[in-house]
């Protein structure tokens, strides 16, 4: 069954839109990619659609994509954590639409379902958003890389992405878990490139008993980053979490443009000075490139 068509036109009247000529171009004063530019909204304008046919491991979905790009771009799939919504994560969608990319954020058919129940609605998304590629009804038909697609997840949607990417790590990108919640976990067997957000002072997922062993069990030849905020909770990727979105979203965005993408500017953002300028707001900080 085909839900009933919903378009939502976002305008971002801050943010000049510049003639772009795929996802890594950035609205900066020399072309180039900035902490400042990766912080906030990008030059897309977007649309949002809830259209999409129904899949039975998730219940329903958004997908916010960019109108302005030149095709194909890539996607990314975002699932909530436990007791949460779309509209608990749903910044996520906008945020990375507005910088290039297709964005499927998903609900779980019970908001109380288990990590591996959430890795296996994550992985009913990446279809979906391929399978978009060739509905001839669907906004984004014939405009998606579908060799292009992440995975993205908060607290018990995070533990879903590390479990998704450990059982999929050939079918996927990028995998970005947000205080990911996944007790005894060990993720050996995941190779694609693996973003781990955390907070310090996280106390729904403690970080020595979460975050950290998930990046500690991942093979030491998959490309991987640990990023541990400050004095940060378990909510500092939600949509409520306003005064951490630059930081985190900088993060996240710089992931998906190097890793998925393969835009060699993004790695200054991982190493160097631009890393180093974040350190005060840092607990903890790890790269195996």
Known sequence: MIASIRFILLFFASVSLLSCTGTSQMSTANGGPTAESLSHSGSFQIRAYTSMPDAPEYADATIYYPINTVAPIGGVVVAPGFTERQRHINWWGSFLA??????????????????????????????????????????????????KTAIMGHSMGGGGVLLAANAYSNELSAAIPLTPWQPDGNFGDITVPTL???????????????????YQSLATETQRAFLELKDGDHFIANSAAQTTHPLVGRYALAWLKLQMDGDERYRQFFSGKLQRADSRMLSRYELED
């Open 98 to 147: 507005t910088h290039g990319y297709a964005v499927l954020i998903l609900d779980s058919n019970d908001v109380r379902e288990s990590p591996e129940v959430r890795a296996l609605a994550l992985m009913a998304g990446v279809r979906t958003l391929r399978e978009e590629n060739q509905r001839r009804d669907s906004p984004l038909f014939s405009k998606l890389d579908t060799t």
């Open 196 to 214: 781990i957000i955390a907070g310090e002072v996280d106390s729904i997922a403690p970080v020595a008993d979460h975050a950290w062993p998930h």
